[in-house]
């Protein structure tokens, strides 16, 4: 059974920076194609980032580009997002998830193309 487990969410001033961590175990981590989702309170799950399986093609949603990067390391079984310059409208709840499939294009971004998805790490902006 695939298993998602994410870290390094926390409290963080506005401008900060802050690096989350997904570790799969359950599957061959290099067969799989890696994203973050984020939810607000207030919205709807909303696609952040994806990374192709073997690490070379990735693709961020509009409002986080030129801030998040995603990355992975296939030896540590880990997909990591790193969020740079963080502002209040960043708090959510942020999900990593993950397929076997290679998709491409807007699959990427739609939650429904993932099969897999960890339990979620709280991340909080302050002003």
């Known amino acids: 059974q695939v298993q998602l487990i994410e870290s390094g969410g926390g409290l963080v001033q506005a401008g900060a920076s802050l690096r989350l961590s997904c570790t799969a175990s359950g599957t061959t981590f290099r067969d799989q194609i890696m994203a973050w989702f984020r939810q607000s309170s207030a919205k709807e799950r909303e696609f952040v980032a994806a990374i192709s399986r073997g690490g070379n093609y990735f693709t961020y949603a509009d409002f986080v580009k030129g801030r998040f990067t995603i990355a992975r390391d296939n030896a540590r079984n880990t997909a990591y997002l790193q969020m740079n310059s963080v502002k209040p409208e960043d708090t959510a709840v942020y999900y990593c998830?993950?397929?076997?499939?290679?998709?491409?294009?807007?699959?990427?971004?739609?939650?429904?193309?993932?099969?897999?998805w960890g339990q979620g790490t709280q991340v909080t902006v302050s002003s």
């Open positions: 998830a993950t397929d076997s499939t290679p998709y491409r294009g807007s699959y990427l971004k739609r939650g429904s193309s993932y099969d897999y």
